[in-house]
């Protein structure tokens, strides 16, 4: 992966997951931050260089993962988002990947797709 560290966000409302899911990044090189929320994500701003978000596409409450991919893209960024998601539900994959998602993972995923995904996003 090189010396450079890439920042991965992961944005979702299970704890567990999130620190499972940056263990993982870790262990490939990547630094990882986490948020519980769409809104905790957008209050960091632009303090940290973000290479890629992990986004889950239903979080509890408040803005949902795809209202934040279309805020980011609204505001011009180009951020590329991998969803992530439990729901089995086929209008939100394809709405997802209209917004131009990098990946669609359903939760359980293997680490290695998710890691796949990445490097795809980040052109490693």
């Known amino acids: ?24 990044l ?5 630094a990882a931050v986490e948020y519980e929320s769409a809104e905790a994500f957008l209050a960091q701003g632009t303090n940290i260089d973000i290479a890629c978000l992990v986004l889950d596409i239903d979080l509890d409450g408040g803005i949902s993962g795809l209202d934040l991919q279309r805020r980011l893209k609204q505001a011009g960024s180009n951020l590329p988002v991998i969803f992530i998601t439990a729901l089995e539900d086929q209008r939100l994959q394809a709405e997802a990947e209209r917004a131009g998602c990098i990946a669609y ?17 980040l052109g490693l």
């Open 1 to 24: 992966m090189g010396r450079l560290r890439h920042t991965v966000a992961v944005v979702d409302d299970d704890a567990s997951l999130r620190r499972s899911v940056g263990r993982l």
């Open 26 to 30: 870790n262990a490939y090189g990547l």
């Open 105 to 121: 993972l359903r939760k359980p995923f293997p680490g290695s797709e998710l890691i796949s995904a990445i490097k795809d996003a």
